[in-house]
């Protein structure tokens, strides 16, 4: 699954650490789904989308 993370999480000014605490998982997790290496489970892509206040769409699309 692509995602936008990385645009989404610099543009707030956010470390990877940072976000990573305002979600709940590890940095680890973070850089794993930035990577496109982990995708996350439904409940954590909610979170993030709230986070920034947007649509999970926004955030995640699926691979083609």
């Given at each position: ?21 305002a979600?709940?998982v ?39």
């Amino acid at each position: 699954m692509k995602n936008d993370l990385p645009e989404r999480r610099e543009r707030a000014g956010l470390s990877q650490a940072d976000l990573a605490d305002a979600v709940g998982v590890t940095r680890q997790t973070i850089n794993a789904i930035e990577r496109d290496r982990y995708d996350p489970s439904l409940e954590l892509a909610f979170a993030l989308a709230a986070h920034f206040d947007c649509r999970i769409e926004d955030v995640f699309t699926p691979d083609d």
